[in-house]
């Protein structure tokens, strides 16, 4: 079972108590803008193989949406952030690099 910890009320919650809310870090596009960009962001993703980035809600606790950084075939979870944030924090991506050698932050969308 996936466990996050909630960045905001501290609370280590299992997935029972989270709402998937998808990938982080995308430059999401709505009303305004063109059809390319609006298509590019419902339908083109990376989908990687081993570090990801996902958006969270505290559905069953604060109510507050995060970010957590794991790994989708280790299952490994290097850290939450507050959904804020516009780039995964130093210590995470530290904790990514010396778990997965090679890694490196690149932002998506």
């Known amino acids: 079972?996936?466990?996050l910890e909630c960045p905001y009320c501290g609370v280590l919650a299992d997935e029972t108590e989270l709402a998937p809310g998808g990938e982080a870090h995308l430059t999401r596009h709505?009303?305004?803008s063109s059809d390319d960009d609006?298509?590019?962001?419902?339908?083109?993703?990376?989908?990687?193989?081993g570090v990801h980035f996902e958006r969270w809600?505290?559905?069953?606790?604060?109510?507050?949406?995060?970010?957590?950084a794991r790994n989708t075939v280790t299952l490994?979870?290097?850290?939450?952030?507050?959904?804020?944030?516009?780039?995964?924090p130093k210590e995470v991506c530290?904790?990514?690099t010396g778990a997965a050698?090679?890694?490196t932050w690149r932002r998506f969308g």
Do not use: S
């Open 57 to 68: 809600r505290h559905a069953h606790g604060c109510g507050k949406w995060f970010h957590a």
């Open 1 to 3: 079972m996936l466990m």
């Open 38 to 49: 609006f298509q590019d962001y419902l339908f083109t993703r990376e989908n990687p193989r």
């Open 101 to 103: 050698p090679g890694w």
């Open 30 to 32: 709505g009303p305004g």
């Open 94 to 96: 530290a904790k990514i």
């Open 76 to 88: 490994e979870v290097y850290g939450t952030y507050p959904a804020q944030t516009t780039e995964p």
